[in-house]
Every structure is written in C-alpha cells, then in structure tokens.
C-alpha cells in the first residue's frame, strides 16, 4: 500500500494538484531539445559531403548549433561543417526529472 501511495503522491505533485508542491516551489520542467542538422564536407574536396544529425539540449538554438559544431569537429576531423539548421523539438510528455 505505501508504494501505490508513494506513486499517486508524485503524480498529484507532478500534475500541480498538491498544494503543498505550489507552495514548496517544486516546479518540473523539461528541458529544451533541438533536433540540429548539418552538412560536412570533406577537406580538400568540394565532392564529398555527409550529413549528421543529433538531439542536443540547449537554452536556445545558437547554443545548441555552437555545441552541434564542437562535436562534429572533434568526431569528423577531416570534415568541415558548411550548413546546419536547428529546430525545437516538442515536448516528450508531462514532466522529466533527473532523480
């Protein structure tokens, strides 16, 4: 019985219901997610192109390309990233923590 009430007491707290998580300031929210696109091109080659995607968690869509960019130049090193596109993506479902 406490683990079915363990449960419904963080589904209340999780929908806002429990007054007491208003008051607490317990606020839940996920975190923004970009879906960042992008195209390479080999060095030395204006043939050889490959394109990359990721899912990055970021404040904005700048952050999300600068960081996009990082991590393409470390794990494409013989490729120059020439294009990306970055675009929200929507939210998962009602609330995600990091317990």
Request: overall charge negative; some cysteine.
């Amino acid at each position: 019985m406490a683990t079915l009430f363990a449960a419904g007491s963080s589904v209340a707290i999780a929908d806002g219901s429990d007054s007491r998580a208003a008051r607490v300031g317990w606020h839940v929210q996920q975190p923004t997610r970009f879906m960042v696109s992008g195209v390479l091109r080999k060095n030395g080659t204006t043939d050889v192109i490959l394109p990359i995607q990721a899912i990055i968690a970021a404040d904005d869509d700048d952050t999300a390309i600068k960081m996009f960019a990082k991590t393409a130049q470390h794990d494409y090193p013989a490729y120059s990233l020439i294009a990306t596109l970055a675009s929200p993506v929507p939210a998962a479902g009602k609330c995600e923590n990091s317990i």
